[in-house]
């Protein structure tokens, strides 16, 4: 209540919304033990998981690179046309609604059918999933580097280039690599 509290003649008005905490004493003992089961249980699923990240991460990327090339394959082909990737047929497919949109000039996105299962692909969707999927991986596997975290930096923003934080810093002025003379 702050600095509302401090004042007798505002009492009234603020006693109508005090109530005790609804959270019984009870149910607050043990919660670190909960906390730390909690953060056990995620470690060891953590642990067993380790092992398949190679198996995912390749076929994250397969699944990316093949949905990229069926793309450029699709977005060449005409209305009709068949062409093979990767072992599987695969036809160009134009749609009522996708005759109408070229009516009036609006991009048309490639659609096509699986010959071998007749299952519809629209593959600017699966393209764009696959290429996310994939970004989501690589951003987590690649380590950020000391130039691209300067940005980032307290040091950098606040523009303090003394004391020992901005000496430590691998953002430091100091550390940078200066173009010689020479080259």
């Known amino acids: 209540m702050g600095p509302y509290s401090l004042r007798p003649a505002e009492l009234e008005r603020w006693a109508a919304w005090v109530a ?21 249980r995620s470690a060891d699923r953590t642990r067993q998981r380790q092992p398949l990240l190679p198996t995912f991460v390749e076929h994250v990327e397969t699944r990316h690179d093949h949905a990229r090339q069926l ?17 599987t047929t695969y036809t160009r497919v134009l749609t009522e609604s996708d005759r109408r949109l070229s009516r ?21 969707s699966e393209e764009e999933s696959a290429f996310w999927d994939w970004a989501a991986v690589e951003t987590l596997r690649t380590p950020v580097s000391a130039s691209r975290s300067c940005a980032s930096s307290p040091t950098r923003a606040s523009g303090n280039t003394s004391g020992p934080a901005a000496r430590s810093s691998p953002c430091s002025s100091s550390r940078r690599r200066r173009p010689t003379a020479s080259a």
């Open 71 to 87: 793309l450029e394959r699709a977005e060449q082909a005409v209305d009709g046309e068949s062409f093979t990737l990767d072992g």
């Open 20 to 40: 005790p905490c609804p959270v019984p004493p009870a149910e607050l003992r043990g919660r670190g033990a909960r906390r730390r089961r909690i953060n056990e």
């Open 104 to 124: 009036h000039a609006a991009p048309v996105p490639p659609r096509l059918r699986n010959n071998d299962s007749g299952e519809m692909v629209h593959i600017a």
